[in-house]
């Protein structure tokens, strides 16, 4: 059953406006004749595939997915589009995805399932230079392209690679290292309609590098990568304005007074000294608010930060609202995003939690609805 927004506890505002802003705002940093392919993966980044990709298909007829389900949506979505799929394939998956469908090719035996499929396949080879993930390793490239030129069927549409060290460094060592081996590579292949190496921070950093495809993720959603990326940014001089997308908010279920000497949640971590008032947030682990901003990260109420106290649990966390007057259950609580001066984003959260705001935005879960804006 579906319910009308203001009918939800807890939910995601997604904002097409800020998707268009940053999809123009890269596109500005390349070519014209650059093709910029969102990635919408991971539920486009938490942000919702279905919601993002009909934001962007006016945009451009191009997405990269991790899997045939998201292809398959995609699809659903924008039934004309081109979409790349780069992550593993099961046989199974490989013989129902249709024609249209472009395959990250990564193996010989995914050739020699996709040559037995009865229907011509796009491929874009995956070549290894560095990253050591998927990827074909260069002394096995020539007997990739002979399989795939005994095969008509085989369409070799596209080559990519994947940089390992752009986001986490301001030395482009490693990336020069890449693209070296990358050419080596290329050169093996005779002349290719799509050649693409760039993801976000390597498209914006180094445009000489995209070629025809950009493949376009965190930064496509409002945030650069890394701090190493920011600072790269401004050290060339790059004047980029990036507007996060994401929105996620939940509503106060109870406030209640507390005394001096209260503790506050389970293991009695957060204690009182002196009177005060909390809200109950029915949100918690479960529900995206990961357990390491327990006692550190801050809500906005009112225009106003409000810190969490005591342990998030699975489904609710507890705020501090004594400095907040006038407060009532069912009063809208920003966890990722501003209002007025403030401004809560997935770095913060990220910093707190010892990982990268990749992972805070990916691991949204699905069960919280999502609206776009």
């Given amino acids: 059953m579906r319910f009308k927004l203001h009918s939800y506890r807890s939910f995601i505002e997604i904002s097409a406006a800020n998707l268009v802003?940053?999809?123009?705002?890269?596109?500005?940093?390349?070519?014209k004749d650059t093709i910029l392919a969102p990635v919408v993966k991971a539920n486009a980044y938490g942000h919702g595939l279905n919601l993002v990709v009909e934001a962007l298909k006016s945009q451009t007829d191009w997405f990269c997915v991790d899997s045939a389900l998201e292809a398959f949506e995609v699809l659903s979505i924008a039934p004309e589009a081109n979409v790349l799929v780069m992550g593993m394939l099961m046989p199974t998956e490989m013989t129902a995805l249709p024609e249209s469908v472009r395959l990250g090719v990564y193996s010989l035996e995914a050739l020699e399932v996709l040559a037995k499929r009865g229907y011509p396949a796009r491929i874009h080879l995956k070549l290894e230079t560095g990253l050591n993930r998927l990827g074909i390793q260069p002394q096995d490239l020539n007997q990739i392209l002979q399989y795939i030129k005994n095969h008509p069927s085989l369409i070799l549409e596209g080559v990519y690679t994947h940089y390992a060290n752009v986001e986490d460094t301001l030395d482009s060592t490693m990336l020069e290292k890449q693209n070296q081996s990358f050419e080596t590579m290329l050169s093996q292949t005779g002349s290719i309609e799509l050649v693409h190496t760039c993801a976000s921070a390597a498209a914006i950093l180094h445009p000489d590098k995209t070629r025809q495809i950009a493949r376009i993720g965190i930064s496509l959603y409002g945030y650069t990568s890394s701090w190493q990326t920011q600072l790269s940014l401004r050290e060339r001089g790059i004047s980029l304005s990036l507007r996060p997308a994401i929105g996620f908010y939940t509503r106060i279920a109870q406030i209640k007074t507390v005394k001096a000497g209260d503790t506050v949640g389970y293991g009695c971590t957060h204690r009182f000294l002196r009177p005060g008032q909390i809200a109950v947030l029915p949100v918690g682990y479960y529900d995206g608010m990961d357990r390491g901003l327990s006692s550190s990260a801050e809500v906005i109420i009112a225009g106003k930060r409000a810190p969490i106290v005591g342990r998030?649990?699975?489904?609710?966390?507890?705020?501090?609202?004594?400095?907040?007057?006038?407060?009532?259950?069912?009063?809208?609580?920003?966890?990722?995003g501003g209002e007025g001066q403030e401004m809560v984003s997935a770095d913060e959260w990220a910093s707190k939690c010892l990982t990268i705001n990749y992972e805070i935005l990916s691991r949204l879960p699905t069960h919280i609805p999502r609206f776009m804006m």
């Fill in 312 to 336: 998030i649990a699975m489904n609710m966390c507890m705020a501090e609202v004594t400095h907040i007057p006038h407060l009532k259950p069912l009063d809208r609580v920003i966890l990722l």
């Fill in 21 to 31: 802003h940053n999809f123009r705002q890269i596109a500005s940093r390349l070519h």
